[in-house]
Nanobody, 115 residues
Framework: QVQLVESGGGLVQPGGSLRLSCASS????????MGWYRQAPGKQRELVAA???????NYVDSVKGRFTISRDNAKMTVYLQMNSLKPEDTAVYYC?????????WGQGTQVTVSS
């Protein structure tokens, strides 16, 4: 069983930065593929960034060059550094773990970009 707890969301002005964290419980965190998703009101949940157990990353086009996903296996935590935030980044951000085909989700953290 894997439990995921996100933190770091909040209200930020356009152009600002936030760093989201997703702390995981369980064992063998390093074997999990991890991802950050977001869901804005009235929209479908979408993949923002992902990182494999081997450290390979990919991003949705709209955040490339602004967001960075990383992981610290010793701390069993995955991060999402978000820079140059835009109002359209406003959403609930969710952490996802894929462990041998079994998917786990966190409860989400709200990110609001507004002046």
């Amino acid at each position: 069983q894997v439990q995921l707890v996100e933190s770091g969301g909040g209200l930020v002005q356009p152009g600002g930065s936030l760093r989201l964290s997703c702390a995981s419980s369980g064992t063998s965190f390093g074997l999990n593929n991890m991802g950050w998703y977001r869901q804005a009101p009235g929209k479908q949940r979408e993949l923002v960034a992902a990182i494999t157990s081997g450290g390979s990353t990919n991003y949705v086009d709209s955040v490339k060059g602004r967001f960075t996903i990383s992981r610290d296996n010793a701390k069993m935590t995955v991060y999402l550094q978000m820079n140059s935030l835009k109002p359209e980044d406003t959403a609930v951000y969710y952490c996802k773990a894929n462990r041998f085909g079994i998917v786990y989700w966190g409860q989400g953290t709200q990110v609001t970009v507004s002046s």
